[in-house]
């Protein structure tokens, strides 16, 4: 079984009834995650700081860690036959980030303006992770995440099953609030620093920018993708 840890990735992991079982600090009181694994008749073990420390790799537990069911990691011919009813459709391609934190705040903000799908290459690239969990707040338990050998061959598989695929670029002419929202959208965001790479670049069918006003070369990744995700459901 995989692990979680911090309050508010129990907390949902729980209400998705995931977890197995909850070690918690001697100290640990919060009346909420409590009644919400004995309601689940989840199995709780009291432990010291230093145990759960160890189970974190030092990383800030919160008194709490859990032992849960594996998330689900999706297949492409998934991802595409499971579509949603009388809604257009948004999912993410992330082109090599690196950044756990960056792939958990990418997952809380595809939660938050339904955005259903991440997806991401198996290899050099960031996947999903207790850190990654953790930092999602929680939104992992409700987001697809499916990973992919080749992201143009991906790519070109969306634009074959109708997604229109836009690539956020700092120096693409067209800022994103001009895009048709009326069809499937695939939005493709860069690694940290170096942006999209050219290939995958040449393979988005527009290229897209988000409108700057200060010196600031550019965005962080996660905080490019909670803005491009918010203007794509803006009516």
Same mark, same amino acid.
């Given at each position: 079984?995989?692990?979680?840890?911090?309050?508010?990735?129990?907390?949902?992991?729980?209400?998705?009834?995931?977890?197995?079982?909850?070690?918690?600090?001697? +100290?640990?009181?919060?009346?909420?995650?409590?009644?919400?694994?004995?309601?689940?008749?989840?199995?709780?073990?009291?432990?010291?700081?230093?145990?759960?420390?160890?189970?974190?790799?030092?990383?800030?537990?919160?008194?709490?860690?859990?032992?849960?069911?594996?998330?689900?990691?999706?297949?492409? +011919?998934?991802?595409?036959?499971?579509?949603?009813?009388?809604?257009?459709?948004?999912?993410?391609?992330?082109?090599?980030?690196?950044?756990?934190?960056?792939?958990?705040?990418?997952?809380?903000?595809?939660?938050?303006?339904?955005?259903?799908?991440?997806?991401?290459?198996?290899?050099?690239?960031?996947?999903?992770?207790?850190?990654?969990?953790?930092?999602?707040?929680?939104?992992?338990?409700?987001?697809?995440?499916?990973?992919?050998?080749?992201?143009?061959?991906?790519?070109?598989?969306?634009?074959?099953?109708?997604?229109?695929?836009?690539?956020?670029?700092?120096?693409?002419?067209?800022?994103?609030?001009?895009?048709?929202?009326?069809?499937?959208?695939?939005?493709?965001?860069?690694?940290?620093?170096?942006?999209?790479?050219?290939?995958?670049?040449?393979?988005?069918?527009?290229?897209?920018?988000?409108?700057?006003?200060?010196?600031?070369?550019?965005?962080?990744?996660?905080?490019?993708?909670?803005?491009?995700?918010?203007?794509?459901?803006?009516?």
């Amino acid at each position: 079984m995989d692990i979680i840890y911090g309050t508010n990735s129990i907390r949902q992991a729980l209400e998705a009834n995931r977890v197995k079982k909850l070690l918690l600090s001697d +100290d640990f009181k919060n009346d909420e995650i409590l009644k919400l694994a004995n309601l689940n008749h989840v199995e709780i073990l009291r432990v010291t700081k230093k145990e759960l420390n160890a189970l974190t790799k030092g990383k800030n537990s919160q008194s709490c860690v859990g032992y849960i069911i594996p998330y689900k990691i999706y297949s492409l +011919d998934e991802i595409l036959a499971s579509r949603p009813v009388n809604s257009n459709r948004i999912v993410a391609v992330l082109d090599e980030l690196t950044d756990p934190n960056n792939l958990g705040a990418i997952i809380r903000s595809a939660e938050i303006f339904n955005v259903d799908t991440i997806i991401y290459k198996k290899v050099n690239s960031v996947s999903l992770s207790p850190l990654v969990a953790k930092i999602s707040s929680g939104a992992i338990n409700y987001v697809k995440c499916c990973e992919v050998v080749n992201i143009s061959r991906a790519i070109e598989k969306l634009k074959n099953n109708s997604f229109w695929v836009y690539g956020l670029d700092g120096s693409a002419k067209i800022t994103i609030d001009k895009v048709d929202k009326s069809t499937d959208i695939c939005v493709v965001i860069g690694s940290e620093g170096k942006g999209i790479s050219r290939l995958v670049k040449e393979n988005c069918d527009q290229l897209v920018k988000i409108p700057q006003l200060g010196h600031t070369p550019c965005l962080n990744a996660s905080n490019a993708a909670a803005i491009a995700f918010y203007e794509l459901r803006r009516k």
